[in-house]
T-cell receptor, first 116, second 111 residues
Framework: EPEVTQTPSHQVTQMGQEVILRCVPISNHLYFYWYRQILGQKVEFLVSFYNNEISEKSEIFDDQFSVERPDGSNFTLKIRSTKLEDSAMYFC??????????????FGDGTRLSIL | DAKTTQPPSMDCAEGRAANLPCNHS???????VYWYRQIHSQGPQYIIH???NNETNEMASLIITEDRKSSTLILPHATLRDTAVYYCIVRVRSNDYKLSFGAGTTVTVRA
């Protein structure tokens, strides 16, 4: 069964450094998402992406965050200058066309980001 | 924010059916009910979804009340590997693609 893959599984970065989290969505999916989960807290939506542009973003997704689909297979989340509070699990998800109402999002197993 | 209410936790016995309730009293006619689960820090795993009819797949069954104000996820024969946090999520708007996760129900399957 096709799946969303994320790399790396664990990323350790010094505060203030840039980090790029990578995702390969399911191949025929058109909508891509990033979520995060701080340890012990709820899964939170960050951003959705369709047709090479952001379709929705949350308040968490401020100017230090950016997303890109650099080629036909990868979807990336960049954090420009990391802070301690960015430490979390970051999940990528993809779906076909949720506007049809019956297309679920499928998630990867996440990247654990640890900011020192 | 999620518009669902779930019990914080429940136990069930291995091999028995697990019935997970969810209230969504403010659901509107074009909103679907989705169920996901998260097994210990893995990514959320899609289980099933429905609009108004009952649904069944290889993982579970979804029973939606006639008034659509509540639903029940049924795991027919729970195994230890079904221990997870289960999330009932209503899509907030038809053009709002994000999933709003609540705290879910922590289900512990006991041998």
């Amino acid at each position: 069964e096709p799946e969303v893959t994320q790399t790396p599984s664990h990323q350790v970065t010094q505060m203030g450094q840039e980090v790029i989290l990578r995702c390969v969505p399911i191949s025929n999916h058109l909508y891509f998402y990033w979520y995060r989960q701080i340890l012990g807290q709820k899964v939170e939506f960050l951003v959705s992406f369709y047709n090479n542009e952001i379709s929705e973003k949350s308040e968490i997704f401020d100017d230090q965050f950016s997303v890109e689909r650099p080629d036909g297979s990868n979807f990336t989340l960049k954090i420009r200058s990391t802070k301690l509070e960015d430490s979390a699990m970051y999940f990528c998800a993809s779906s076909e066309n949720p506007a049809r109402g019956n297309q679920p999002q499928h998630f990867g197993d996440g990247t654990r980001l640890s900011i020192l | 924010d999620a518009k669902t209410t779930q019990p914080p936790s429940m136990d069930c016995a291995e091999g028995r059916a697990a019935n997970l309730p969810c209230n969504h009293s403010t659901i509107s006619g074009n909103e679907y009910v989705y169920w996901y689960r998260q097994i210990h820090s893995q990514g959320p795993q899609y289980i099933i979804h429905g609009l108004k009819n009952n649904e069944t797949n290889e993982m579970a069954s979804l029973i939606i009340t006639e008034d659509r104000k509540s639903s029940t996820l049924i795991l027919p024969h729970a195994t230890l590997r079904d221990t997870a946090v289960y999330y009932c999520i209503v899509r907030v708007r038809s053009n709002d693609y994000k999933l709003s996760f609540g705290a879910g129900t922590t289900v512990t399957v006991r041998a």
